[in-house]
């Protein structure tokens, strides 16, 4: 079974969907079949890595539809199950290794509200569903949306490990220690006793006096959950929201490939141990 990674942090815009975007490119170095889950209604990162996004007919809204209120142990179930998976998986292959995504659109939202009604056994069929979706990959990478929800805690609960991105402000760093403090400890309690914070990355790095005093707090907070490599904000990272892809295929050789070369190899290295 894929090594499962959530990012999370509920705090807006600290850059979670371009670190999952950029790492399924980056970490194809160490594993060969990444599945990339959006796992967020606004379908940033569906959008950056497909460009027809729009048309695929299946997406992470309808796996979790069937796969809540069908008995997917049941084998004729499984294999309409399976078969749906297949169909909502997009497969895209480079040189060193395939991506695969399952997307999300904005239906997922609505999803979320119908699945309510089956309350708190959804979550656990949830997890359920993103392991069995993960089975047949090297690494699975799930952004999650700016919100401590249900969605939410499922996937992180779904999972290995969580890496959480963070701004220079104490409002980045109170969500991520949020998600820490609440989601972390309900999954060690009643699912995942084995879930662990991989690690924080600071994103938009700059060098002003307020970032680098900002830093000292973020060192003094995760101390050493924080990544040696920081991203800095850069125009090449922002063009992205408009011309979709990663930096390594987009700017390749600019500072922030170096960065994220770098993100990569330390994430490995730590999976490794
Ligand atoms: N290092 C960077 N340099 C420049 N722009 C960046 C950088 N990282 C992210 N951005 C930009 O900041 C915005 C927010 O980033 P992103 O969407 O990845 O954050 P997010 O945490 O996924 O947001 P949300 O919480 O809404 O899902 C995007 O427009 C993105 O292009
Ligand atoms: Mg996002």
Known sequence: MGIKIALSNHKGGVGKSTIVINLSSYLLKYYKKILVIDFDPQANTTWALCEYASEIRYKIEDILRFGVSNDTDNDKVAEKFEELVRQATVDMFRDNGQISLIGSSLALSQTKLELARYESVVYFRIIDIIRKVSNNYDLVLIDTPPSIEMLTAAAVTASDYIIMPITLDLLA??????????????????????????????????????????????????????????????????????????????????KSDVEFIALAEEIYKRIKG
Do not use: C
């Not at 970032?211 to 101390?223: L, N, P, V």
């Not at 125009?235 to 930096?247: C, Q, S, Y």
């Open 173 to 254: 760093m109170n969500g991520a220690m949020d998600i820490k403090q609440v989601i972390v400890p309900t999954a060690h309690k009643y699912y995942n006793p084995d879930l662990k914070v991989l690690g924080v990355v600071i994103n938009k790095w700059s060098k002003t006096n307020v970032a680098r005093s900002t830093k000292e707090i973020a060192k003094k907070t995760f101390g050493s959950e924080l990544f040696k490599t920081e991203i800095t904000r850069s125009v090449k990272i922002g063009e992205l929201a408009t011309t979709r892809g990663t930096v390594d295929y987009r700017s390749p050789k600019t």
